[in-house]
């Protein structure tokens, strides 16, 4: 499968019954909800689970998302989408990409970017990245 990027790390999604709207095709919120999912489960492969998040005291929560919808995906739709992590600044904020396919004919359903800023999950106020994050986001890069 071609990419945007190289290297992607990627999930699969079936679409079920209960992603479709009323236009009989996947809501717009569940694209969101698979782009939280791949980037859980991306952070996860990383070694960054939410366990570490909680003994470090830090996360990274959504400052911006920006998504492109481009084509709709219909219930039972086998689809592939992958995430990059293209900005890691070293201090405060993480950028992903995302690229949404369906294998059947090709076509790229989503692209998006969200810019994530780290946090002290004790008291929600922006903190600098650890040193774990940066190093562990940081060698996950891929250049644009």
Known sequence: MEWDLPDPYVIDI??????????????????LRWVERVSWAHSEYLGLDLARYRVLDRAMAVHRHELDYLA????????????????????????????????????????ARTRFACIELSSGRPRRLPAEYAATYGGALVAE
């Open 72 to 111: 709709p995906a219909f219930e039972g739709d086998h689809l592939k989408l992958a995430t990059w992590i293209v900005g890691c600044d070293g201090r405060l904020t993480l950028t992903r990409r995302f690229q949404l396919r369906r294998p059947a004919d090709g076509r790229t359903l989503l692209r």
């Open 14 to 31: 079936e679409v079920g019954a209960s992603s479709i709207d009323e236009y009989d095709h996947a809501n717009n919120a569940e694209y």
